[in-house]
């Protein structure tokens, strides 16, 4: 098959922007946005957030700028509007076991009345209860019940009294302690010294006097005791029949005031019930003097106890939550414990409870990005631990490695009900399927997007939908339809192919900004075609200094480039770069040398370890295809070697496989090589070229290279003729090839390259597998049987010399 010389019409997609069916972006601006060639991560999507059981969370695949957050945060709030609220989640001080709280979940919008009303409820009961204690009725009854139990006292006392005076004991109290004294005749105390200098009969009767009194006080004591504490007893019954009226009346007011139907009713009425007894419990603090600051401090730290942590308020949301949490910080993630230090220990408490994203997400969705996630080992752990279980238990892992005392707090682990979607790479995706299975399992919905998608008329109207909101988002000028269509052109060349559009609308979105800044500062209006091309152009401008600079290398001779001519051996192959953010294509000089030996072919590239294993299996297959050419030689004598001139940095992919063929057959057969046409393109083992990557980039790269010396009408490129539907070239290069000025061939089979670049015939081989003289292959095959008796030649000097008439081959004698 013939080579084919491209027309201006192959080498880009135009588009008309009449057929957009619009005059500007205005007037898209109420439709609304699709997903842009999204069907299949859309439908996996909506699957995904519609399944309610458990282990169907979503895994977001997809190119950073591919859209997969921003449309997946969109279908989250539209499923999360149609469910209903999840309940609020309470945390409330454990009565029974303080460093225990407990959870308690209520229907959205009762934590708030929950905590308003108990709030209200103890400023109520610090005003009326000490006004319940200082009542008279209250008065009256506590009076008479200290005015009995002081009866029974003093009685009690009186007869202690006596038995110490029939002792000859003086009996008093003294800063609450019993003192007596021995007493004379006379009824005066006597001092220590009288008393030892009573005879020793007296002293005797003395003692056991002493310690009959002693044991009868002790009697005594034993007595009053548990008067006291009857009385102690009956007068808190007092307070608490005084007061509990009161506490009933406020606990009932908040029962009756949660009217909806709450799962935990029988914890909240337990909890309710261990409250007031606890009010009870301690009603003397209630009462007392003012300037009792000790009282006043232990009334509020028991106060404290009655409040209600709400951790998570869903009062104002209108259906389920939709958290996107970009800094999942332990903390953040699964909620934390604060602590206060005080006289070097850390001290907490249930109000301290902080919920994180996971709690406040209860019901709803939670995104999370993988790469965050893995950026902290203790936050993966403690997520696929969750993953398992399903229950979150909030804690402070720093705290126990702290190097002060700390006060331990459990709070009770909850169930958590929350879809959560995260979002990463295909790599990471791949990667983490590999590492943790356990961990995939829980992500059974695949959400899969695209990198690109196959243009028409309706994906196209999408883009120009995407251009009208990104407009109406960011307050920009609206852009032409013919500045829309050439937005489009490029969404092609981004992706390299006249049939597919680029599903990164990032891009897409950055050249609406940098087009619509360019129109403002021209003036008002609508973004034009223009505009588009002065922002990419500009852009370029930004970003190409590598490539400038190397052009001017080759300009400048530093980097050996020949444009014109015909060399042995040697020929201009076409390289991308990709900077990341800037890809340009480069020629670069390919040389081969051949000469009789047994070493084969040898890749410099390779020996130096300067070449990627795709380039070498490139090799590989250049050097196999090339002994299936000429297998009636086989084994050939052959030694030869390919390099890339000047290239110190590595060299990786297979596109120059054609051009090292091309180079090695000059070598080879001696035909000189067309330096003004560069190549690229892959070879298989039939011979056949297969399509390269980046192929608008490395025509251009060459195109601008001979433009800057000057086209003379015979510079070019050979590429694959499957790379055609590929082509998206500038429309500068497309008006030198429609000039004359600049041409690209393209070939299905690598015979037909060498053809264009020698100007000889490639040769057929007969049915004995020999080529014609005179052509490409004829040439190389008779410098092959040279290098072979050459070889024979070195390997028996002496043996007698046989001599092969022109076109005789020596199996033919």
Request: net charge negative.
């Amino acid at each position: 098959m013939p080579i084919v010389t491209l027309t201006p019409a192959d080498l880009r997609l135009t588009l008309d922007p009449a057929s957009l069916g619009f005059s500007d972006t205005s007037e898209l601006i109420e439709e609304p946005l699709p997903w842009i060639g999204q069907a299949r991560a859309e439908a996996a999507a909506r699957f995904g957030l519609g399944m309610d059981q458990p282990n169907y969370n979503l895994f977001v695949l997809g190119e950073v700028g591919s859209g997969r957050s921003s449309l997946l945060k969109q279908a989250m709030h539209e499923v999360a509007a149609s469910r209903r609220v999840p309940p609020d989640l309470c945390y409330l001080h454990n009565f029974d076991a303080p460093e225990r709280p407990l959870a308690l979940r209520l229907p959205a919008g009762e934590g708030r009345l929950l905590r308003q009303s108990l709030a209200q409820a103890v400023k109520t009961l610090q005003i009326d209860i000490p006004q319940r204690l200082e009542g008279q009725d209250y008065k009256a009854e506590s009076d008479r019940i200290e005015a009995a139990w002081k009866q029974d006292v003093a009685r009690h006392y009186a007869e202690l009294v006596a038995f110490a005076e029939a002792r000859s004991f003086f009996l008093h109290r003294e800063e609450g302690r019993m003192v007596f004294t021995l007493v004379g005749k006379k009824g005066q105390a006597l001092t220590e010294d009288e008393v030892l200098a009573l005879p020793k009969a007296r002293r005797a009767e003395v003692e056991q006097a002493e310690q009959e009194l002693r044991a009868e006080i002790t009697r005594y004591i034993e007595k009053t005791q548990p008067l006291e504490r009857a009385m102690n007893e009956a007068l808190a019954a007092l307070r608490r029949q005084v007061v509990k009226p009161l506490v009933e009346r406020e606990l009932q007011a908040i029962r009756a005031g949660l009217k909806k139907q709450i799962k935990d009713a029988a914890k909240l009425n337990a909890w309710l019930d261990a409250l007031e007894q606890d009010v009870y419990d301690n009603l003397e603090l209630f009462s007392g003097s003012e300037e009792d600051e000790d009282r006043l401090e232990t009334l509020q730290m028991v106060l404290a106890r009655y409040r209600v942590n709400l951790v998570v308020d869903n009062g104002g949301l209108a259906g389920a939550p939709v958290i996107v949490e970009d800094n999942p910080l332990f903390r953040a993630l699964f909620g934390s414990i604060e602590y206060q230090s005080e006289n070097d220990v850390l001290m907490t408490d249930f109000s301290r409870i902080r919920a994180g994203s996971l709690l406040q997400a209860h019901g709803g969705f939670l995104m999370l990005h993988l790469r965050d996630v893995l950026a902290d080992p203790l936050v993966w752990e403690q997520l696929r631990r969750f993953l398992r279980s399903g229950r979150l238990q909030i804690e402070e892992p720093g705290v126990s490695f702290s190097p002060i005392a700390a006060v331990s707090l459990v709070p009770e682990a909850v169930d958590v009900e929350v879809k959560l979607v995260l979002v990463g790479s295909r790599d990471q995706y791949y990667e983490l399927q590999e590492a943790a299975p356990e961990f995939a399992r829980h992500f059974r919905a695949k959400v899969d997007f695209a990198d690109s998608f196959v243009a028409s008329a309706d994906s196209r109207r999408a883009s120009a939908i995407f251009v009208a909101h990104a407009c109406r988002e960011f307050g920009l000028p609206h852009f032409s339809a013919a500045a829309v269509a050439r937005l489009l052109e490029e969404s092609h060349r981004e992706v390299g192919d006249q049939a597919r559009e680029s599903a990164i609308f990032a891009r897409t979105e950055a050249m609406v900004m940098e087009s619509a800044a360019i129109c403002r500062a021209r003036g008002p209006g609508l973004v034009t075609v223009d505009d588009v091309e002065t922002a990419l152009a500009a852009h370029a401008g930004r970003h190409d200094y590598p490539e400038q600079r190397l052009r001017e290398e080759i300009a400048e001779g530093d980097l050996m480039i020949a444009l014109t001519g015909e060399r042995l051996g040697q020929l201009n192959g076409l390289t991308q770069i990709d900077l990341g953010d800037y890809r340009f294509g480069l020629p670069v000089r390919l040389s081969a040398h051949a000469y009789a030996g047994e070493d084969g072919l040898l890749n410099i590239e390779r020996e130096v370890e300067l070449s990627g294993p795709i380039h070498d299996k490139g090799v590989f297959i250049l050097q196999n295809y090339l002994s299936a050419l000429f297998a009636h030689l086989a084994p050939l004598s052959l030694n030869a070697s390919i390099v890339f001139e000047q290239q110190y940095h590595g060299v990786e992919g297979d596109s120059a496989s054609c051009a090292e063929l091309y180079a090695l057959l000059s070598a080879l057969s001696g035909l000189p090589l067309k330096q003004g046409i560069a190549v690229t393109g892959a070879l298989n083992q039939h011979g056949e070229v297969l399509p390269v990557g980046g192929i608008n980039e490395k025509i251009e790269g060459w195109f601008r290279v001979c433009e800057a010396a000057g086209l003379d009408g015979s510079q070019g490129v050979l590429i694959p003729a499957r790379n055609r539907r590929h082509l998206m070239l500038s429309p500068r290069l497309v008006d030198a090839v429609a000039g004359g000025r600049f041409h690209i061939h393209a070939a299905d089979h690598v015979t037909e390259g060498i053809e264009l670049l020698t100007g000889v015939a490639a040769g057929e081989p007969n049915t004995a597998g020999h080529y014609p003289h005179g052509s490409v292959l004829g040439h190389a095959q008779d410098a092959l049987l040279a290098f072979r008796r050459a070889c024979q030649m070195q390997e028996h000097p002496k043996g007698p010399r046989r001599h092969f008439r022109a076109g005789e081959h020596p199996h033919r004698r």
